[in-house]
């Protein structure tokens, strides 16, 4: 049985519980038609890889669903999905008559917070979605918007990298250092610290970089050279070439320096492109064997010829 699975039951303690202390209600196991089952308005998991969620499919219509989904009992008698979607999407289209379920009793804040657990414990979680899932745990523990919380990290950060100020005293705040420190040591993903250094820049990363890693098609690190090209075609002409014949780190960085360089080569100026059209064109016509063009063009190279003097002067 999964660390999630065993999570689910009251067998083990929940996650939730270590971090953020004990949920009142025991789990309940039981079996749930689909239609008793609705979907959360707020769901953390947004990209489901379609070839795992194949993969998915095939294991459930072979040996059915090994972890229950858990859910909460709703007002009307039904449940609401906390964690398991994946799971959930996949019965609907094996189009399963009944599901196991864990029923446990929870707060709209609670079942959020254990679906963004369930979420992070995913091995194949793409770095969008787990920094992001962690940015919202860490909201909720600080009691703070999304948008805040990178400011109090990066503050948190700062006054850990001083350590002390003038006097000797120590700056930090304890309470929120402490909710932070707490957070990341019952995850066990990253330190707190390297989340701050390595990624939160990630969020910053434009729209349609962010989207290749959330679908899985391109590494973080590969991502954010290629975020470096500021020029929107430009950019994405290279992040799907980078995909489709799949460059290596090495190769991007040598992209990004061809680019650079003929970025700062001067381009033609279109004065200089046209004349050297007209040159190859008249090398090209018969205007040496009517005698009024070469009359008329007698007369334009002397114009030029004179032309070419002054700026010479």
Same mark, same amino acid.
């Given at each position: &049985?999964?660390?999630?699975?065993?999570?689910?039951?009251?067998?083990?303690?929940?996650?939730? #519980?270590?971090?953020? +202390?004990?949920?009142?209600?025991?789990?309940?196991?039981?079996?749930?038609t689909l239609d008793q089952i609705t979907l959360?308005?707020?769901?953390?998991?947004?990209?489901?890889?379609?070839?795992?969620?194949?993969?998915?499919?095939?294991?459930?219509?072979?040996?059915?669903?090994?972890?229950?989904?858990?859910?909460?009992?709703?007002? #009307? +008698?039904?449940?609401?999905?906390?964690?398991?979607?994946?799971?959930?999407?996949?019965?609907?289209?094996?189009?399963?008559?009944?599901?196991?379920?864990?029923?446990?009793? /929870?707060?709209?804040?609670?079942?959020?917070?254990?679906?963004?657990?369930?979420?992070?414990?995913?091995?194949?979680?793409?770095?969008?979605?787990?920094?992001?899932?962690?940015?919202?745990?860490?909201?909720?523990?600080?009691?703070?918007?999304?948008?805040?919380?990178?400011?109090?990290?990066?503050?948190?950060?700062?006054?850990?990298?001083?350590?002390?100020? #003038?006097?000797?005293?120590?700056? &930090?705040?304890?309470?929120?250092?402490?909710?932070?420190?707490?957070?990341?040591d019952q995850l066990g993903l990253m330190t707190?610290?390297?989340?701050?250094?390595?990624?939160?820049?990630?969020?910053?990363?434009?729209?349609?970089?962010?989207?290749?890693?959330?679908?899985?098609?391109?590494?973080?690190?590969?991502?954010?050279?290629?975020?470096?090209?500021?020029?929107?075609?430009?950019?994405?002409?290279?992040?799907?070439?980078?995909?489709?014949?799949?460059?290596?780190?090495?190769?991007?960085?040598?992209?990004?320096?061809?680019?650079?360089?003929?970025?700062?080569?001067?381009?033609?100026?279109? /004065?200089?492109?046209?004349?050297?059209?007209?040159?190859?064109?008249?090398?090209?016509?018969?205007?040496?064997?009517?005698? #009024?063009?070469?009359?008329?063009?007698?007369?334009?190279?002397?114009?030029?010829?004179?032309?070419?003097?002054?700026?010479?002067?």
């Amino acid at each position: &049985m999964s660390k999630s699975a065993q999570a689910y039951g009251g067998k083990i303690k929940n996650p939730l #519980d270590s971090i953020f +202390g004990e949920i009142a209600a025991p789990a309940k196991e039981a079996t749930a038609t689909l239609d008793q089952i609705t979907l959360p308005q707020t769901q953390p998991r947004r990209y489901f890889d379609p070839q795992a969620q194949e993969q998915l499919v095939a294991s459930i219509r072979q040996h059915g669903i090994l972890q229950p989904l858990l859910v909460r009992p709703r007002a #009307d +008698g039904n449940y609401e999905l906390v964690a398991g979607e994946r799971r959930y999407r996949a019965a609907v289209e094996l189009s399963l008559e009944t599901v196991p379920i864990v029923e446990r009793e /929870l707060t709209d804040n609670e079942a959020f917070q254990l679906a963004l657990i369930e979420n992070l414990q995913r091995e194949n979680l793409n770095p969008v979605e787990e920094t992001e899932g962690i940015l919202h745990l860490l909201a909720l523990q600080l009691d703070l918007s999304i948008q805040e919380t990178p400011s109090l990290l990066y503050r948190l950060k700062h006054l850990s990298e001083r350590e002390s100020d #003038d006097s000797g005293h120590n700056v &930090m705040p304890n309470s929120e250092l402490g909710k932070v420190e707490t957070l990341f040591d019952q995850l066990g993903l990253m330190t707190w610290q390297s989340f701050v250094k390595n990624r939160l820049p990630l969020l910053n990363l434009p729209e349609d970089v962010l989207e290749t890693i959330r679908k899985g098609q391109i590494a973080y690190t590969k991502a954010k050279e290629i975020a470096r090209i500021k020029v929107v075609q430009t950019r994405k002409k290279v992040l799907k070439r980078a995909i489709a014949e799949e460059w290596s780190l090495n190769q991007i960085r040598d992209h990004l320096k061809t680019l650079q360089t003929n970025s700062e080569q001067p381009s033609q100026s279109p /004065l200089k492109q046209q004349f050297d059209a007209v040159y190859r064109k008249a090398k090209k016509v018969k205007i040496w064997e009517n005698p #009024d063009s070469q009359k008329r063009l007698q007369e334009l190279l002397t114009e030029i010829e004179t032309l070419l003097a002054k700026v010479e002067a």
